[in-house]
């Protein structure tokens, strides 16, 4: 690894979005990420999104920040959708590109999972990496996460069939 650089987690902010709107706007984020995540990123993405993550209530939904404050990323863990899965959390996260490569994600997972165990009463995070993103995989395994398995053809990207690889953490706090 390279120097670990300081970031913070923070709530959004409206003053983030001019940030939001330069940093989002890069295929290398949206070709690993659902069709949710636009390419080209415009202003009224980066407007919807502000909404999306207020409008969700979700305690565990961070922008990533550097020193100065600025957003250089998001991280979010979402209850996982279904009845029987209300101690489940789902695991996203993207980071602007001149940010990485200095732990700042691995860091950033570490601590929010922390915080999703110790605080939310999570039990598992979980998260789907499409086959072709190498560099999320070994983030994860750095993070603590253990490869569980492959869901073959799992999901389409740009017409693609990719299988998903399953990464997910246990928390030692209740078998
Ligand atoms: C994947 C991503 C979040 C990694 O963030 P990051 O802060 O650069 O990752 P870290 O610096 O914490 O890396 C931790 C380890 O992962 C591995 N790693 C990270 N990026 C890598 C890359 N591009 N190639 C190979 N290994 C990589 C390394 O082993 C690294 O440890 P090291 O630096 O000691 O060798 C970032 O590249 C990104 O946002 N990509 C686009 C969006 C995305 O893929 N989101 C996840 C969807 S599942």
Redesign the pocket.
Known sequence: ??SLTEFNLRTIRESDLETLTKIADDL??SE??TDNFPFPYTESDARSFYELVHDSNNPLWFVITDATDAMI?DICVRPKKGSNYSHVGVL????SKS?????????AIERVVEIAFTTYGYLRVE????EH????M??LE?AGFQHEGILLKGAQKNGVLRDLHLFARVSVLRP
Do not use: E, P, Q
């Open positions: 690894m390279h290398s984020i690993m990420l990323g996203g996260y993207w980071l940010a990485r490569r200095h732990g700042v994600m691995c860091g998260a789907d990496v499409f993103n190498h560099a999320s070994k983030v750095k």
